[in-house]
């Protein structure tokens, strides 16, 4: 069954660079048609889609964040990893990993758990 | 970027009940659209993609229907496992979209 895990600092502060790992099992992203993504979500608020990377290479970046943000893939270790640089407490969030399949119609069939992610000096 | 409308942002109804939840695109998206479920403290769960595909293990009371601009999310016999935040989200184009969710409450 395939499951998602995300993992990195709870806290971080102001101006540094976040990153956050999503360590993934029973899928591989160099499988044509997956792609693995992060969506995050401000407490009580709204999901936010952020970058999303696919079997080929290829990443689509949020425009609003384009400039802070990187994704990368370790095929070998089952990894993605997102870094956001700049961090500001509005940045403040659950942020989430999830799975993309193109036999899915590329919505997001599997999530992590999520990891929560607070901004503050 | 396309915007979505997704109303009501608060839905009050009782157990047994059918209701619909609406999401309405600034622009065509033919039927990429999707509904998600989420519960307090929880990761949102893929109940439909491609507008009206029911996703394996949801139940069939949960059915999504439109295309184009206008979609809608039909539960059919609320059961008391159903309130929830629900999210339509578009993938026809980056950047990908999520309404702003309805919260379903127990009337």
């Known amino acids: 069954q395939i499951t998602l895990k995300e993992s990195g600092p709870t806290l971080v502060k102001p101006t540094q660079t976040l990153t956050l790992t999503c360590t993934f099992s029973?899928?591989?992203?160099?499988?044509?048609?997956?792609?693995v993504g992060w969506i995050r979500q401000p407490p009580g608020k709204a999901l936010e889609w952020l970058a999303l990377i696919y079997w080929n290479d290829d990443k689509r970046y949020s425009p609003s964040l384009k400039s802070r943000l990187t994704i990368t893939k370790d095929t070998s270790k089952n990894q993605v990893v997102l870094t956001m640089t700049n961090m500001d407490p509005v940045d403040t969030a659950t942020y989430y990993c999830?799975?993309?399949?193109?036999?899915?119609?590329?919505?997001?069939?599997?999530w992590g758990q999520g990891t929560l992610v607070t901004v503050s000096s | 970027a396309i915007w979505m409308t997704q109303s009501p942002s608060l839905l009050s109804a009782s157990t047994g009940d059918r209701v619909t939840i609406s999401c309405r695109m600034s622009?065509?998206?033919?039927?990429?659209l999707a509904w998600y479920q989420q519960k307090p403290g929880k990761a949102p769960e893929l109940l439909i993609y491609a507008a009206s595909t029911l996703q394996s293990g949801v139940p069939s009371r949960f059915s999504g229907s439109g295309s184009g601009t206008d979609f809608t999310l039909t539960i059919s016999c609320l059961q008391s496992e159903d309130f929830a935040t629900y999210y339509c989200?578009?993938?026809?184009?980056?950047?990908?979209?999520f309404g702003q969710g309805t919260k379903l409450e127990i009337k």
């Open positions: 622009q065509g998206i033919s039927s990429y």
């Open positions: 989200q578009q993938y026809y184009s980056f950047p990908y979209t």
């Open positions: 999830a799975h993309s399949f193109l036999h899915s119609g590329w919505a997001f069939d599997y």
């Open positions: 029973g899928f591989s992203l160099s499988t044509s048609g997956v792609g």
